[in-house]
């Protein structure tokens, strides 16, 4: 594995912004389709960026996210400013969310979005802390 960054991409998230919502993880679809990544590759990192600037949205008070396009892999990180995960188990279950009724009625907080974010991702971590907020790291290898 190498240090070494071909690219990298950071993007400020705000809490209840629904009218941009998705628009870094456009942008990160974008970038990755100039690099030539391969399509699956460039599939999977669409859905965690937009599963995670999605839930910066919903679930938080702001925070940020940031692209790293490695040689060998693809790197998509998150950090909030918000109330932390209370479970964090509990929370990568299908269908378990938190979502207030104003994400609900818009269509969003079906409780798929971690679990779609692990799904994809080939390494994945996360902490979080109550009342500090969360940390998400997801990584595609690459070839």
């Not at 779609?116 to 802390?129: A, E, G, P, Q, V």
């Not at 500090?132 to 290898?141: V, Y």
Request: aromatic share 6%.
């Amino acid at each position: 594995m190498t240090e070494e960054v071909a690219a990298s991409f950071d993007y400020e998230i705000e809490k209840d912004d629904f009218k941009i919502a998705g628009s870094a993880s456009s942008h990160i679809k974008k970038i990755l389709k100039q690099l030539g990544l391969p399509n699956p590759l460039i599939r999977r990192a669409s859905i965690i960026a937009y599963e995670l600037e999605i839930n910066l949205v919903i679930h938080t008070f702001g925070g940020s996210m940031r692209l790293e396009v490695h040689p060998d892999r693809i790197v998509i990180l998150t950090e909030d400013v918000g109330p932390g995960i209370e479970d964090v188990d509990q929370a990568l279950i299908e269908g378990y969310s938190t979502a207030n009724d104003k994400a609900r009625e818009m269509g969003f907080g079906a409780g798929m979005g971690l679990p779609n974010i692990r799904r994809c991702s080939d390494d994945f971590s996360i902490r979080s802390k109550l009342g500090e907020g969360t940390w998400i790291r997801s990584e595609i290898h690459v070839g």
